[in-house]
């Protein structure tokens, strides 16, 4: 809505866009800050209030009162003025909607984001008390929702006031100033109030964030009023389960009635509420880490997981023992035939006589005897060879050859032979009388160590897949045997803990778990004789006060046909032992 005939189109030195919002006391219009081209919100008093002094006069402390403090939490006051007789104040122009409008939305909040809005909201309170500011109008209208709800501010220090002895405009004891849902008790009764004032007030916010409902809900003022002073509200666990028992009872202690016994300032309760903040992130880190795992199952999975560790360290460890000690004997060997070859070579090297060393590679390339054979001269020009492409030719050792043993007369490397073979490469001088006259070359392939070291891993794998799925299963059904007695424990527990003070476990046994279904009996008889002769079965004792939070006592859930049981069970009659 731009500005009209009826409104401003500037007011002192703001330069008016629209009205954006109007209250029983005034009227915000949307301007622009001509100065410093900022968009700002103008908040001019209504003409109706101009004759009441003490309306102007609290209209002007809240300019003063909240352009003294500066919060993340607080809305930003920038400046103060008239507009012919009316006061208006200049602050941060935020187009953000209220708490109010998230209420009136039913917009669910996690209980995470509503402990920190209160957390937020605490501390800009406090800094505001300690200042001698109490706010008085606490209530979602005056919260304003920021970052997507992660972040709000407090605006509308409309009535607030400066709880100083020296300040002369203060709001007279008996005047009722503020939102009659949202008071607190000494507010509605028209006494003077303090900073526990406004923490009531959030104590009603954060109870309707919790709960959904409204602490005090009545179309009545006066009935409000009454409900204030008097009625304390149902507690937050009973119209939210989920809510902490912990949460309540700082929610609770707002709402108390007497000052004294609220939280006394803003930090005290910002403190209670990061508590119960990392209370609930770690329940939520806990709930997400330990979700409820049968036993046998835990113990199964653990008992495999560690199984399987132990197998898969330990097989490594072997596996690489084994290869080393193959690949030594595999080159031993090797190098014996490599030797071996080089000896019976020699005469023919010498004599230059390479028919019969060319008849001796092509004769054992034939039947197999090796995957790779090469003779050089002198000179190391290949002589013979497996690979007749490179008789004739200076001698060129297979690509991707890696050195892994150097001796003094062989050397033994890893090379990848013509057509992708893997192999051990040996290489052996041809000696006569110490005299080197010649190279001999002979390449083993690998495929048969790594055939046997394959086998030996499948074998072991399948040992150790074997005996971890035996423990599982094992330790599986042992732990389905020690459930059952903890389920039947544990149903009797529950069900005595509901009011059947009958229950007993029949079962008998020879171990630890038969002394414990013993010390349950002998625990639910005595809670029977008790309750019997206290005459406790329909109730809880006079006087005794309960903490609705908490979980009723036995006495407390016993039926009348219970009552019935138990009193025939004081006249002497035995009380039935039942089996689970």
Same mark, same amino acid.
């Given at each position: ?7 401003? =189109? ?23 800050d001509p100065e410093i081209d900022r968009v700002v919100a103008v908040k001019v ?78 501390r800009a309170l406090d800094l505001a008390h300690r200042r001698g500011i109490v ?87 006066? =009935? ?27 929610? &609770? ?55 399987? =560790? ?140 790594? &055939? ?37 424990? &544990? ?88 089996? &689970?």
């Amino acid at each position: 809505m731009a500005a009209t005939e009826t409104e401003p =189109t500037k007011i002192g030195r703001y330069e008016i866009e629209c009205l954006v919002g109007e209250g029983a006391m005034a009227k915000v219009y949307r301007a622009r800050d001509p100065e410093i081209d900022r968009v700002v919100a103008v908040k001019v008093l209504k003409d109706e209030h101009f004759v009441d002094e003490d309306y102007v006069n609290r209209f002007l402390r809240e300019a003063k009162a909240a352009g003294a403090i500066s919060h993340p939490n607080i809305v930003t006051v920038f400046d103060v003025g008239r507009f012919g007789n009316a006061p208006y104040i200049t602050m941060e122009f935020l187009d953000e909607k209220s708490l109010a409008d998230a209420l009136a939305e039913h917009e669910k909040m996690p209980i995470k984001r509503v402990v920190s809005i209160g957390i937020q909201l605490a501390r800009a309170l406090d800094l505001a008390h300690r200042r001698g500011i109490v706010h008085r109008d606490v209530k979602p209208g005056n919260i304003l929702l920021m970052e997507k709800g992660e972040a709000v501010k407090i605006t509308d220090f409309g009535i607030a006031r400066l709880d100083r002895s020296e300040d002369l405009q203060k709001t007279h004891a008996g005047t009722v100033i503020g939102t009659p849902r949202y008071m607190s008790p000494e507010q509605a009764a028209g006494r003077a109030v303090d900073g526990r004032s406004d923490l009531f007030s959030l104590g009603v916010i954060l109870y309707e964030l919790l709960t959904g409902k409204k602490a005090f809900d009545s179309s009545n003022v006066a =009935t409000l009023m009454l409900q204030i002073m008097q009625k304390d509200p149902e507690p937050c666990r009973a119209l939210a389960p989920d809510v902490p028992a912990s949460l309540q009872r700082i929610v &609770s202690r707002l709402l108390q009635k007497r000052p004294q016994q609220r939280f006394q300032t803003g930090a005290q309760l910002a403190e209670a509420l990061e508590r119960e903040l990392a209370a609930i992130a770690a329940r939520e880190e806990e709930s997400s880490r330990n979700k409820f795992i049968p036993l046998r199952v835990r113990w199964a999975i653990s008992a495999g997981a560690a199984l399987a =560790t132990l197998f898969l360290v330990s097989l490594g460890i072997v596996y690489y023992v084994e290869r080393q000690v193959i690949r030594a004997q595999v080159i031993d060997s090797g190098a014996a035939i490599a030797k071996f070859i080089a000896t019976e070579t020699a005469v023919p090297v010498l004599s230059q006589n390479w028919v019969p060393l060319e008849l001796f590679v092509k004769d054992a390339s034939e039947r197999g005897s090796f995957d790779y054979l090469a003779v050089t001269d002198h000179d190391h020009i290949v002589k013979a060879a497996t690979s007749q492409d490179i008789v004739g030719k200076p001698f060129v050792p297979p690509p991707n050859a890696s050195l892994i043993v150097k001796a003094a007369d062989f050397t033994a490397s890893e090379v990848n032979l013509p057509g992708g073979k893997a192999a051990f490469l040996f290489d052996t001088p041809i000696l006569f009388q110490k005299t080197e006259i010649g190279r001999i070359y002979v390449g083993i392939n690998r495929a048969g160590m790594d &055939s046997v070291l394959r086998s030996t891993l499948l074998l072991m794998s399948n040992i150790g897949i074997l005996t971890v799925l035996s423990a599982v299963g094992m330790l599986y059904v042992f732990g389905g045997l020690l459930g059952r007695p903890m389920r039947l424990l &544990s149903n009797a527990m529950r069900d005595l803990g509901l009011g059947d003070l009958d229950r007993r476990i029949a079962e008998t046994r020879n171990d630890e778990f038969g002394q414990l279904f013993s010390a349950y009996n002998h625990m639910a008889d005595a809670v029977q004789v008790r309750f019997s002769k206290d005459g406790d079965v329909a109730g809880p004792r006079a006087g005794g006060a309960t903490d609705p939070s908490q979980p009723a006592a036995i006495g407390e859930s016993v039926t009348d046909a219970e009552a019935t049981i138990l009193t025939m069970s004081v006249r002497g009659r035995p009380s039935p032992e039942t089996a &689970s």
